[in-house]
């Protein structure tokens, strides 16, 4: 069965960096994009952006450029998502999804917390 | 991109109907049929409901339905139940390998 499984949940302080992970199995992982998806506390579901896991090649969302780099390592198909230069406003559950005109499979979610 | 506009809350009586709408413009709901929903519990990850606009993946009970007229899609859900009680969120695919979610819709069963 296809499963995402995701990274435990992170506390940073402000201005550190953070790497998200996301390991799919139970498919072919080159066969379908990875998505990201950001969701702040109380907040409403935020497309962040794709990567094409054949390519590699990345697409990022209005407001996601810049501190924001999806990577893969296919060799144990997992997809990353590094954020840098941490602002307290990061604070959000981050979701990697499969797929990308709809979104079939998500993995449980990771908690990045920044705080001081 | 702006966000596609849903009410932020609706609310039906077990075994009532209730739609949900999702509005956008002809650059997103109104120029592609790949409006998805998705139904998410408190503290869990979103679950794909419908998809291709009114398609179901397997194990989604045929109690929630989809459809679209225009700019606006909606989500029916049908023969209410207290587990439907979550909020629900919509999507477009907007061209480019871009996507674009609602703002999320807050069901409650009375």
């Known amino acids: 069965q296809v499963q995402l499984v995701q990274s435990g949940s992170e506390l940073e302080k402000p201005g550190a960096s953070v790497k998200v992970s996301c390991k799919a199995s139970?498919?072919?992982?080159?066969?379908?994009?990875m998505n990201w998806v950001r969701q702040a506390p109380g907040q409403g579901l935020q497309w962040m952006g794709w990567i094409n896991t054949n390519t590699g090649n990345p697409t990022y969302a209005q407001g996601f450029t810049g501190r924001f780099v999806f990577s893969l390592d296919t060799s144990v198909n997992t997809a990353y998502l590094q954020i840098s230069s941490l602002k307290a406003e990061d604070t959000a559950v981050y979701y990697c999804?499969?797929?990308?005109?709809?979104?079939?499979?998500w993995g449980q979610g990771t908690l990045v917390t920044v705080s001081s | 991109q702006s966000a596609l506009t849903q009410p932020p809350s609706a609310s039906g009586s077990p075994g009532q109907s209730v739609t949900i709408s999702c509005t956008g413009t002809s650059s997103d709901v109104g120029g592609y049929n790949y409006v998805s929903w998705y139904q998410q519990d408190p503290g869990k990850a979103p679950k794909l409901l419908i998809y291709?606009?009114?398609k179901r993946p397997s194990g989604v009970p045929d109690r929630f339905s989809g459809s679209k007229s225009g700019n606006t899609a909606s989500l029916t859900v049908s023969g209410l139940q207290a587990e439907d009680e979550a909020d629900y969120y919509c999507s477009s695919y907007v061209g480019g390998n871009n996507v674009v979610f609602g703002g999320g819709t807050k069901l409650t069963v009375l």
């Open positions: 999804a499969r797929e990308l005109k709809w979104l079939d499979y």
């Open positions: 139970g498919y072919t992982f080159t066969r379908y994009s």
């Open positions: 291709e606009v009114s």
